[in-house]
């Protein structure tokens, strides 16, 4: 019996060495995956090499570590892309936390509300700065829905349209997103423009031919002499509105890519002198000096002749229309950068400064201009024309001064 119980113990003392040997080996490789799994944590794509003991474990753990290095990849992706697309919008986009503190700004919101990086941390209040934008985003803290406001900034002539929209995934937060609606509020006062002048101008002659008619009908066909004045008067009618649906067609197809041009190398001081020459007598007739400064040895521009003649002859034509007599107009040119810069000035009464930018526009008239007759439309063929040659154009002007047209067109290589 004494042999079988020390080959009892020895065995038990045997197997608790054992079992101590593999609890240390797996306590020791428990330790040492652990220091791997942070370390792949705290490093990303980084995989663990096999454990013998816990290789079933170290599969699954890279397996693991495999998936998220894809999520992870895949979310820096999206993350890129969606801050190129917040970079390069031309709405500002802000987001706030709950206590209306500034957490994201992309660059078209700093400079809608004019600040700088500096806004981060900044409280809605500074950033937005006007009671109807602040009053927008405090009713949608509030009520938790989406609110929008509109308002119009004077000092910079600005319209802006802002739409607050609550947070779903920070308590109290917003996403507010700002437009410049100020381009597309002013295509719209043109079109406004546009059609009350158009309705104007086709308002004015259309009256008189019924009113010229009318008097022909009631009797005035029975005296020749008057009969004969009033046929001339609704001829001039005519004229004028035969004058408006010529120009009309012309400025249609102009705008609709319908024009060709046949560019040549052109002399400024010959496009000038034939200009000059078109309208002296019309100048004298008005009692007024037209004359050409234009050094003969200007390089030579691309363009052409007729077209530029005719932008030349309406800046003339109105020039002549606006200068009292003994005024002088002058044709002027000179080489600039790679252009020729041509000029039409006048001693005339000027253009207001506010009707300055808009005086291209088509049918657009200074309150001056309203009784003086014409289209409205010259201008703005000539804009079109010298911008089919690469060209610009502007007005410069003094009110009571006289003012001067400017077109540059580049010179011919």
């Not at 693991?64 to 820096?76: C, E, V, Y």
């Not at 000092?155 to 609606?181: N, W």
Request: proline share 4%.
């Amino acid at each position: 019996m004494t042999i079988p119980l020390v080959i009892l113990a020895f065995s038990l003392a045997l197997g608790s060495t054992w079992l101590a040997w593999r609890y240390i080996r797996l306590r020791r490789s428990l330790d040492d995956l652990t220091a791997r799994v942070r370390a792949a944590t705290r490093d990303g794509d980084h995989f663990i090499e096999d454990v013998d003991e816990l290789a079933n474990l170290s599969s699954a753990i890279n397996s693991l570590a495999s998936t998220l290095t894809i999520q992870l990849s895949s979310i820096d992706t999206e993350r890129a892309r969606l801050a190129a697309v917040l970079e390069q919008m031309t709405d500002g986009v802000l987001m706030t936390d709950e206590a209306g503190r500034v957490t994201f700004v992309n660059p078209a919101a700093e400079r809608l509300f004019e600040r700088a990086e500096t806004s981060l941390g900044a409280s809605m209040t500074e950033v937005l700065r006007h009671h109807e934008l602040v009053q927008a985003w405090r009713r949608s803290q509030q009520t938790g829905e989406i609110q929008t406001a509109s308002v119009e900034l004077p000092r910079r002539r600005q319209y802006l349209h802002l739409v607050v929209i609550p947070d779903r995934h920070t308590p109290g937060g917003s996403l507010l997103l700002a437009q410049d609606l100020t381009r597309i509020r002013r295509l719209e006062t043109v079109r406004q423009d546009f059609i009350s002048n158009l309705s104007h101008e086709l308002r004015t002659p259309l009256a008189s031919l019924k009113a010229l008619t009318e008097t022909l009908q009631d009797g005035a066909l029975d005296d020749p002499p008057a009969a004969h004045r009033f046929l001339k008067r609704i001829e001039t009618e005519v004229d004028a509105l035969a004058q408006m649906a010529a120009e009309l067609l012309q400025l249609s197809r102009i705008e609709s890519d319908q024009m060709t041009l046949d560019q040549r190398a052109v002399a400024p001081l010959d496009l000038l002198s034939m200009a000059e020459e078109r309208m002296r007598l019309q100048a004298q007739r008005a009692g007024l000096t037209l004359h050409v400064d234009c050094p003969s040895n200007l390089p030579a521009v691309r363009a052409d002749a007729a077209r530029l003649g005719q932008v030349l002859v309406n800046l003339i034509h109105n020039a002549i229309k606006f200068t009292p007599a003994g005024g002088v107009v002058t044709l002027l040119a000179e080489a600039s950068s790679g252009v020729v810069r041509f000029g039409v000035r006048d001693t005339g009464a000027g253009i207001p400064a506010d009707d300055l930018p808009r005086i291209f526009e088509r049918f657009y008239k200074t309150d001056r201009a309203r009784s003086s007759g014409g289209t409205g439309l010259g201008l703005s063929i000539a804009r079109h024309i010298v911008e089919a040659h690469d060209g610009k154009i502007w007005a410069e002007s003094l009110e009571g001064a006289g003012s001067t047209i400017y077109f540059t067109i580049p010179i011919s290589q």
